[in-house]
């Protein structure tokens, strides 16, 4: 059966409620890491999210290509700290 269905002796099947509300508390939370420990949290988080900014990118390029399509794309990487 499937992560929050179980099935009973009589073959019906029942959503188990409490792993739905158990996983209901991680929605929207995520779990970051890193070996370098000088980093803030807030740094960790955003070189993170400029890793999936960079992924979509990539991904998105490659869409472009499947249609035929001559696109370049130039990436941009940048320190927040540049903008100070």
């Known amino acids: 059966m ?4 179980k099935e009973l002796k009589n073959g019906n099947l ?8 158990n996983e209901e508390k991680l929605d929207g939370k995520y779990l970051l890491s ?3 420990e000088s ?7 955003l070189g993170y999210k400029q890793l999936y900014e ?3 990118l990539k991904k ?3 869409e472009i290509k499947c ?5 370049s794309v130039n990436l941009l990487m940048y320190n927040e700290n540049d903008w100070n």
């Open 2 to 5: 499937g992560r929050y269905v």
């Open 14 to 21: 029942k959503i188990d409620k409490a792993k739905v509300r």
């Open 34 to 36: 890193t070996s370098d």
């Open 39 to 45: 980093l803030s949290a807030e740094e960790i988080a």
């Open 54 to 56: 960079v992924d979509s």
């Open 60 to 62: 998105h390029q490659k």
């Open 67 to 71: 249609s035929n399509q001559t696109v």
